[in-house]
């Protein structure tokens, strides 16, 4: 039977976000500006890590991991956006709609897994910073980042499998920029209550554990940084806890509005609009708050970019 859904629909159509020529013209342009700009931070962050010794520690180990995971979710989505602004049908293969879905929740899990691991990182080394480089050696960081890989992958093409084995026969118009989950499951005419919940729980579960792994994590920093009796101490800690906290909030809202609504409250041209934000801007947003905000990233840059103008000047005398 699967082999007959499949046959059924050969490409999906996607609505886009506008109609609008002209609309289309000057979106093309602000996402080319944001995919060039969250390019540039993130491969930009993880070579700086990489270059600079002193970001050679589990939080920015963990950093530069999350800056992939962006780089990585932006580059599923917008290339493809791009391409379709300037397309009057913007029509997907089915096995690459299947693809982007694959990828595309593959990203969130990945996305759900660095926010709650670096939340538990900055508990570390705030509750226990005396023992940080016991309890957080290179060779537990490496495990759980793969792991964190392994299983984002994993549900990422149990998901998409699960869509893609449901009939699509009545229409082809997916009411999104990119494949997406939800919207496909509103074009199905087959059964799609098993999927449905499959979406909820499974989505539902990621979001709760890492959520509950952050805000633990953030109740043992609070009670650990009103424990400094210097306000200077305190005031640091607060700012570096402030950026992540910021990032997750805006992150895990999207997120949720997006996947636990209940069906009678969805509103699929709502949704097309809150995934630009999650899947687009945060993405870019990443970097500029967990990087540029930070003084030992900003010395790390500052550094290499000393060593360029010495390497450039000793090429010109």
């Known amino acids: 039977m699967a082999k007959d859904n499949h046959s059924a629909v050969a490409e999906f159509v996607l609505s886009g976000l506008t109609d609008n020529a002209a609309l289309q013209a000057v979106l ?5 500006l944001i995919y060039l700009v969250t390019v540039a931070g993130n491969l930009g962050l993880i070579v700086l890590i990489q270059v600079s010794p002193q970001l050679h520690t ?13 780089f990585y979710g932006t580059s599923t989505i917008t290339p493809n956006t791009l391409v379709n602004c300037l397309r009057e049908i913007k029509s997907v293969p089915f096995y690459a709609c299947a693809t982007q879905v694959c990828c595309f929740i593959t990203f969130s899990v ?18 226990n910073p005396l023992l940080y480089a016991a309890l957080m050696p290179r060779s537990l960081c490496i495990q759980i980042v793969t792991s964190s890989y392994v299983y984002g992958l994993a549900v990422g093409l149990v998901q998409a499998v699960a869509t893609f084995r449901m009939t699509f026969c009545d229409s082809n118009v997916v009411n999104q920029f990119y494949c997406d989950d939800v919207p496909l499951i ?15 729980i499974i989505a539902g579960l990621n979001i709760f554990c890492s959520l509950i792994t952050v ?17 200077e101490g305190r005031h ?15 992150y895990y809202g999207t997120l949720s509005f997006m996947y636990l609504q209940p069906k009678s409250n969805h509103s699929l041209d709502k949704d097309k609009f809150t995934s630009v934000f999650y899947a687009v801007v945060i993405p870019m947003l990443n970097p500029l708050i967990y990087s540029l905000q930070n003084q030992e990233v900003k010395n790390a840059m500052k550094k290499i970019i ?8 000793g090429q010109f005398c």
């Open 186 to 200: 509103a074009l199905a005419c087959s059964e799609t209550r098993v999927k449905e919940l499959m979406l909820f």
């Open 58 to 70: 589990p939080m920015y180990f963990f950093l530069s991991h999350l800056a992939f995971v962006d």
């Open 236 to 250: 640091k800690a607060f700012s570096t806890c402030a950026s992540h906290v910021f990032s997750i909030t805006i």
């Open 306 to 313: 000393r060593r360029c103008i010495v390497v450039i000047s």
């Open 215 to 231: 805000l633990i994590s953030y109740v043992y920093i609070v009670f650990a940084i009103l424990r400094i009796r210097s306000a």
């Open 28 to 32: 093309f342009g602000v996402f080319l």
């Open 110 to 127: 990945w996305e759900l897994s660095m926010l709650s691991v670096m939340a538990y990182d900055r508990y570390v080394a705030i509750c």
